[in-house]
């Protein structure tokens, strides 16, 4: 059993086998082999809020099978459960998204950074640039002359396409 | 990295052919090594430099620290709650998406334009959805509207990008748009020999695994006066060559390759070039040294061995060990490369191998090695072997050896990857590996390589495995039977250096 703690303070008691998903935190683990157990507690800064709680539900799902996902061996009908459970992990907002991918990005989990960014790909596609603008919120500073005339025309190629 | 940074926080990118220098305290007696390291933090950009240079003015993270007015930057203000991902992380997520939601995305702000102009997305972009079919212009971005539509885009003129600090981003175009430094190219210590016999060849470079240089060994190939690109044009009409990806006739990759600028330009390498252009193949000869062709004994099913090599200046690869174990020689038909070695033993920096050796991540590109790592080995005991390959000239990699090449100018080449006495254990070995099926390449059957190679010498050379097996014992007991002392004193020839 290993002990994560979080940057706002949680402790998280996780099964070592389960933890070795995280890359990051395999080879943390893997150097201090045969040390005290002290060394057994690992800070996962940057980490907080509900993201810790997140990853680890996202690893004890994965853990039954990490072998049959790396090979693709899995049947079937287990293969479009996952899916199912995925896609419903993944539904959520797109701050979470992000602190899910920034988690995964430096602990090093590589399903779990390819789910998120893929969910947050799906978020940005088929929108119109206002409602990109509304969902990340992010503020238009273009001027009146360049949002008329300089954007469109590159652009124009969308709204034929779009439209053909 | 963050050293080359602080010194550029002094650019501002708005004009090109800007030369970049940090200001010098006068002084009157300046070491060698100040002058070197100060000219470690200048860089000429290309003269021609790319249209997205002048109208994306990205600045390197330094600048807004040390910049006397403005405390905010564009990039965070533009991304609302996407600012906390990284450059790289935002990057991976716009890799995930189609040119039109990319371009809607580009409509959203300043930021978002600038992080959706990002060429090398639009460069997957192209090459995913037109193939080879495309007529490179300007930009990757330009490319994929002009190949959809048939008319290039009108691109904003009056676009205001000010404030925008990015070290990602900048780090991308500084690359793209660097010349390389001259004092990268000072260091020649490879040894180049002329002339010399096959014999000695093997005695003293084949056979202790030692690059050389050789100098007019190809001066009766055809090629080199012949290969000129009206003749290749002629020659190769109607023939499509493998560009990374995909295949392209060789007009359009002279398109593309007259006017790229970035930072990995693509270079045309073909296994396949001589049975698909014939009089490819009679333009050029193996030179002498390298007639022994162990390989050929699997006739049709031997990996790829030959390959033709063209790109502009700055394409190239980044370090990796040639296939199955072979040696190679390369021979530069017109134009000039700069090569760095490295021996086997000694991973060079800023690359990481997979423990079994599958996998060799050079997560760099050749000018941001250059930029970041050439200078760390500097002080090393054993330093690279380097040179300038000329046109004319050939250059011998020894098997196992770790190398980076990138050319200096366009250039055409010519390399073949080879298995002969000297090498054919080495090369059995690697064939036997248990994880034989991932590391074996250039060939469709990877397991059973081993079985089929060995099988087909012994068939042709009864008795050739064995007797280099036998030789090779008896120079490892020899060497095993040398005292400590002579060991040291042969050692001043060989890998490393005895030092009191």
New interface residues.
Partial sequence: MITLISSDKRKFHVLEEVANQSLTIRDVIEDRRGRRRADRIILVTNINSKIPEKVIVYWLRHFLMPEEIAHASMSHKKAEKLKKWEAKFFDTDIDTLNDLILAADSLDIPSLFDGACEKVSDILKNRSAEEVGEISKIENEFTHEEEEEEIPSENAWVWRNEFA | MTRGFLALTKLKLTKPKMKIQKKRKPKTLQTSTEQDQDSNFAFNLKQTSTPSLTHLPIQPLGNLLLGPNCRTNLRD??????Y???DD?LL???S???A??L???????????VFSSHDPLWRSLVLSNFDGQFSFIQSWKCTY?NS??GKP????????IANFYSDYLFQSYLCANMEFKPEWLKRDNIQRRRGISVEDFISCFEEPNKPVLLEGCIDTWPAIKKWTRGYLLETCSGTEFAVGPVKMPLEKYFQYSDSVQEERPLYLFDPKFADKVTQLGSDYDVPVYFREDLFSVLEKERPDHRWIIMGPAGSGSSFHVDPNSTSAWNAVITGSKKWILFPPEVVPPGVHPSPDGAEVACPVSIMEWFMNFYGSCRDWEKRPVECVCKAGEVIFVPNGWWHLVINLEESIAITQNYVSRRNLLNVLDFLKKPNASVLVSGTNDRINLHDKFKNAIDAKYPGLINQLKLKAEEKASKQKKMTFWESAADSNSGGFKFSL
């Fill in positions: 203000t533009g991304l609302g709650n996407l906390r991902l990284s992380l991976d997520i716009l995930l998406l189609g039109t939601d371009a809607v995305f580009s409509a959203a702000s300043k930021s978002a334009y509207i959809l539509t885009p009108s691109m904003p003129k009056s676009l205001k």
